[in-house]
């Protein structure tokens, strides 16, 4: 039998000639399995299972007995070194592993987990002599209990589980909501071994605007300011302060919290930030700022991507005004929640979006062909006539003109536009159809309307496929064919690899902070292989979406 760490040798062997070949991300792998913590590890590894199959057993069950015996029984110096707590300590140790008295036994978690389980968390500490260390508070309005204060060194504070700021719900099954602290104290007082706590958790928020402490003149201390940018996930552990928040970014690199502007602060400077804007009448909304990204177009069919560009432009023509009650000042933070999907549900609506050219299609047609059952896309709807060989609801769902025009009055299209006198659209309902068959649904769509999608039904996941470099552009896209927006096709030039990074890059800084994922389509295998991964975990690992889409009550 070879050792773990043989194993590991002739692996890190063969890998060492596949850095020789230059194969690719084989110099990293080779750095990883060679390095000197992993090989302690495996021997750590191989010790503890040697020891295993040895199954050692105390020849005692219980020394600190035996060494009662012999401080009782005999008074030499010996005895001294017996009685000291360290020695006395080891052989409680000892005694525990020997007896395999592990304790304490936590009780089991409970059967009938409530609806919004994903923000609940139910924490069990072993009550000892020690009071629990924290304190409680009642918020007079709404009548819910909260952890005031944890006291730094005390049961809850080790625990590292209870927060200033969760919300207590129940204490070993009594609902402690409407309840006076003190009654909520003589339950604590009351339980006896174990105290099993349901709280809701800290607030989590994910930042729909940049902010910069140090550009912030408002702020009492810009040191402890935490800068954020749009997309961003934090954790808020402390909203005592109507003004401003403690907040930590996720995932959890620094253990302290930062000082972040509350919900109302942010939105009031947006608003005086926004009125002092010059000409602000004609700062329009998002889709119509540049002119860039206003020739994005994606889709599978020629035609229907084609509307798309003439639509873009005539949106740019008609937006003259807006006010500061419209998406511009869109709401600064979204509160946000752990989601699992369960699998009784529809799937997550996988959205992709890309700057035109990038290969948003290229890579939709080939997930669908990758494996057809699982990935699909809607059909699109189109009041042009139906032509030899095409079926309706294949190609299209071919529908008159009146019908088509009904369907728009009754905001039944994600988008529609016309092309060449004919319509063009995709519908829910075709989202839907996908979805209720219980199939992924990959649409790719521009990015405006992400907004418009994101709703508690469809729960989006938004992929954004990015540009690689102009080099790497021209490397990869050295046979491919671009369709202009004449719907001629015709091969890269290299002012379309810069003009791609470049809408490419704005359409990641305006709306970015509703990307889920950023794919960067370089290679197209591996750039597909790595969006089937991605849309797996969307569809089957814990993500943080808006709490309204979860919460049962809203
Ligand atoms: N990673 C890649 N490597 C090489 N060629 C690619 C890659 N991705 C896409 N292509 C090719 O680039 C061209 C443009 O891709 P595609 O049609 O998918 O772009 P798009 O983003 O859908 O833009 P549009 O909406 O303007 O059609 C196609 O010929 C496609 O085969």
Wanted: glycine share 6%.
């Amino acid at each position: 039998d070879l050792g773990a760490t043989e194993v590991l040798s002739s692996v890190v062997q063969d890998v060492g000639q596949a850095v020789s070949r230059n194969v690719g991300g084989a110099e990293l792998l080779h750095e990883l399995l060679g390095a000197p913590w992993l090989r302690s590890l495996l021997k750590i590894y191989e010790c503890l299972v040697q020891f295993q199959r040895l199954t050692p057993s105390p020849f005692l069950p219980s020394a600190s007995g035996l060494s009662y015996e012999v401080h009782t029984h005999t008074l030499t110096l010996k005895t001294h070194l017996l009685s000291s707590p360290h020695i006395q300590a080891l052989l409680s140790a000892h005694d525990s592993v020997a007896q395999s008295d592990y304790g304490p036994v936590l009780l089991p978690l409970p059967d009938e987990h409530p609806e919004d389980e994903e923000v609940m968390r139910i924490v069990c500490l072993v009550k000892n002599n020690q009071p629990l260390g924290a304190t409680i508070k009642r918020d007079e309005e709404t009548g819910e209990i909260y952890i005031a204060r944890v006291i730094h060194g005390g049961l809850a504070d080790r625990s590292g589980l209870l927060h200033p700021g969760d919300l207590l719900v129940e204490v070993n099954g009594n609902p402690v909501v409407g309840l006076e602290p003190e009654k909520v104290i003589q339950i604590l007082i009351n339980s006896q071994g174990t105290i099993l706590f349901k709280v809701i958790p800290n607030m989590y928020i994910k930042a729909m605007v940049d902010y910069c402490p140090l550009q912030d003149s408002s702020i009492p201390c810009p040191n402890a300011g935490m800068a954020f940018s749009r997309g961003d996930l934090l954790e808020v552990v402390d909203q005592s302060d109507g003004q401003w928040w403690q907040a930590r970014k996720l995932p959890r690199a620094a253990a302290c919290a930062g000082l972040i502007p509350s919900a109302s602060t942010l939105k009031s400077k947006q608003r005086e930030h926004w009125w002092c804007q010059p000409s602000q009448v004609h700062t329009c909304i998002r889709p119509c700022e540049d002119s860039l990204l206003s020739v994005t177009l994606s889709g599978f069919r020629r035609s229907f991507r084609l509307w798309r560009r003439t639509s873009a432009r005539r949106r740019r023509q008609s937006c003259t005004s807006c006010s500061p009650g419209s998406s511009t000042l869109a709401t600064p933070y979204e509160e946000v929640a752990l989601y699992q999907r369960r699998p009784q549900e529809n799937h997550r609506l996988i959205i992709l979006i890309g700057a035109s050219g990038v290969g948003v299609t290229e890579l939709r047609k080939r997930l669908i062909k990758l494996n057809p059952s699982t990935f699909q896309g809607p059909v699109p709807h189109t009041s042009r006539p139906i032509r030899a060989g095409e079926q309706t609801g294949r190609e299209y769902h071919f529908v008159t003109k009146e019908l088509f025009e009904y369907m728009v009055c009754n905001h039944r299209f994600v988008e529609y536009g016309e092309y060449k006198g004919h319509l063009y659209g995709t519908s829910t309902d075709a989202i839907d159809e996908v979805l209720k068959r219980g199939q992924m649904c990959i649409i790719d769509v521009e990015p405006h309307i992400i907004q418009t999608l994101r709703t508690r039904k469809l729960k989006p996941y938004v992929i954004f496929i990015k540009a690689p470099s102009p080099e790497s552009l021209k490397q990869t896209r050295r046979d491919a064919q671009i369709v202009t927006r004449y719907s001629i096709s015709r091969a890269f030039t290299e002012e379309d690899f810069t003009e791609l990074e470049e809408v490419s890059r704005l359409m990641e800084a305006k709306y970015k902070q509703f990307f889920d994922s950023v794919l960067v389509n370089d290679d197209l295998q591996d750039a597909c292989m790595q969006l089937c991964s991605i849309i797996q975990q969307a569809q089957d690992k814990p993500q943080w979406l808006p709490v309204s889409w979860i919460r049962t009550d809203e």
